[in-house]
């Protein structure tokens, strides 16, 4: 069986053994399941970062129901499962949404990602959570026009932004680091948070109240109102305070930071069964309706479904089996330990 080829130019398709989407720490772990069998997965996730809702929702959180580690940060969980897969040097292709997918009529599968990657693979395996974390919107009637340009909710380039108005929304840390790298680059900047008190991390929100106690930028609690749009262009944000009064700010550029939130996104419209916003499995394979296509954690449906990572866990080891079976319904299987297995030591790169 084949080891993953690199990641590819744009526009050039990688053929591999299995696609997982998502790289949550059921994603993550099926790349273990799989490498113990010999099989070659890359992995997608929209998030510029491994670990699904325990890195993006809960990094310093303590979890205590991993078997065998009475206690476990969500992120140090990340970091384990990350350091337990790199035997199996599965490529990971973060930052981008599998938008496309498609069964192509020898049996295989078409993914297409948002930045353009393609593949070709003998199976897939969903393990996409509780969806693709997308960041949650302005809310402002008439600014879906603007999204994307003159409202950003991801900064790709912070050069584009020097020499400009910018109002920034928001109270968290990226809100906050934004705040503090654009303040001596922009013409102006005016931050507004719903409240008084910051989500942030204490040492910046001191810094920003420096630069506006220095009157380089001013600092607002309110929520924002309505869009200034004058000529079909950007002008400003009215913003409405507390006590119920509007501020008009000017502003040719607002960025906004008011976190992410999961959405199950393109998978339904895949053409795959669902069951309550999930899809539906069968607890042996944990296969959705379509052979080749596998749910694992908590995308999937089946009865005494509970969304745990342990959970998950186990679904990625019998998926892992009738994955082999489908790419190689040939072979033989029988279950090998990690403690004895020659062939399982030599894929861990254990010296024997
Ligand atoms: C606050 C909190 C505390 C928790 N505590 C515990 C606990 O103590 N014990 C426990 O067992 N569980 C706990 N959980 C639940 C646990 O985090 C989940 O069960 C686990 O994260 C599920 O893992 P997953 O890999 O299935 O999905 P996720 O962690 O949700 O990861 C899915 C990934 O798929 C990506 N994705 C989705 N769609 C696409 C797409 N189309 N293209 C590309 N990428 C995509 C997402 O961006 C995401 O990164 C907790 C959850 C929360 C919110």
Redesign the pocket.
Known sequence: MSQPTAPATPGSTISTEVVI????????FQVFELGLLGISAHV????AH?????????PD?P????PALPVCG?QELVDRLLQQIKPFKAPLHLG????EFARREDGRFHLR??TGTTFDAGAVV????????QPRRIGLEGAEVFEGAAIQYRIKNAAELAGKRLVIFGGGDSALDWTLELVSRAASLDLVHRRAEFRAAPASVAKMREQVAAGRMRCFEALPHALDVRDGVLRGVKIKSPDGAVHALEAEQLLVFFGLH?K????AEWGLALEKRALHVDPEKFQTSVPGVFA????NAYPGKK??????FHEAALAAFAIQHHLYPQKKQFLQYTTTSPVMHQRLGVPD
Do not use: H
């Not at 981008?96 to 938008?99: F, G, I, S, T």
């Not at 969903?126 to 974390?133: D, E, H, K, P, R």
């Open positions: 989407v998502g790289a949550g720490p059921c994603g993550l997608v996730d929209s998030l491994p670990g699904g809702q325990c890195a993006e929702l809960y959180k979890i205590y129901d991993i969500a981008q949404e599998v938008v990602t948002s969903i393990a996409a959570g509780l969806g693709s974390f999961p199950l996104g393109p998978i694992v954690g908590d995308i969304k745990l990572i342990l959970s998950g």
